[in-house]
């Protein structure tokens, strides 16, 4: 099974500040026949489920604010928010796509600092 | 729009079998997709239960494997789940979701609100 590291477990920022979020897998989740790092970010909200933010690392879902981004490629990842708003406060969840069984980051709980 | 809604019993007792149903909407499942299945205990992460496409092929996580069934019926435009032999430790949040592209190797990109089972006698 693929390991889903995320860090910090929980951040509290500034608002407008800049927050970045860490996920590492323990192994690549980088496709080399098509080069897309199977990788996605959520952000849950208490009492909702997860909204799929980011897709393929760092391909935006419909509708998503353009400060949240997603970087990184075969083990290493980063979600930023570059200037955080009240709204944003949630768990984020990284997921591997790559091979089953799919597998979920422990999550990091962003707060206003 | 795509809307997703899970049905079921919130109250399960130990060994017997957790049943729940997720209807969609705005959608037809025998057009194609995964749709699967994911669980979070209260105040916990996310688990990938398995997923289903609707030719009726599945994919389980093995951890669950030998207590799992995940069954489509497209003339319903639903799909289920039944895990057989609860436990506490299957007290979560049940979510069903669609898997983005053609393929169950793709992110979720459509959920339901969410189904709380508890298994307590």
């Known amino acids: 099974d693929i390991v889903m590291t995320q860090s910090p477990d929980s951040l509290a920022v500034f608002l407008g500040e800049r927050a970045t979020i860490n996920c590492k897998s323990s192994q690549s989740v980088l496709y080399s026949s098509n080069n897309k790092n199977y990788l996605a970010w959520y952000q849950q909200k208490p009492g909702q489920p997860p909204k799929p933010l980011i897709y393929w690392a760092s391909t935006r879902e419909s509708g998503v604010p353009d400060r949240f981004s997603g970087s990184g490629s075969g083990t290493d990842f980063t979600l930023t928010i570059s200037s955080l708003q009240a709204e944003d406060v949630a768990v984020y969840y990284c997921?591997?796509?790559?091979?089953?069984?799919?597998?979920f980051g422990g999550g990091t709980k962003v707060e206003i600092k | 729009q795509v809307q997703l809604q899970e049905s079921g019993p919130g109250l399960v007792k130990p060994s017997e079998t957790l049943s729940l149903t997720c209807g969609v909407s705005?959608?037809?499942?025998?057009?194609?997709?995964?749709w699967g299945w994911v669980r979070q205990p209260p105040g916990k992460g996310l688990e990938w239960i398995g997923s289903?496409?609707?030719?009726?092929?599945?994919y389980y996580n093995a951890s669950l494997k030998s207590r799992l069934t995940i069954s489509v019926d497209t003339f319903k435009n639903q799909f289920s789940l039944k895990l057989s032999s609860v436990t506490a430790a299957d007290t979560a949040v049940y979510y069903c979701?669609?898997?983005?592209?053609?393929?169950?190797?793709?992110?979720?990109?459509?959920w339901g609100q969410g189904a709380l089972v508890t298994v307590s006698s």
């Open positions: 997921q591997q796509y790559y091979s089953t069984p799919l597998t």
């Open positions: 705005g959608y037809s499942i025998s057009s194609g997709y995964y």
């Open positions: 289903i496409y609707q030719s009726g092929i599945t």
């Open positions: 979701a669609r898997h983005r592209g053609g393929s169950y190797y793709d992110h979720f990109d459509y």
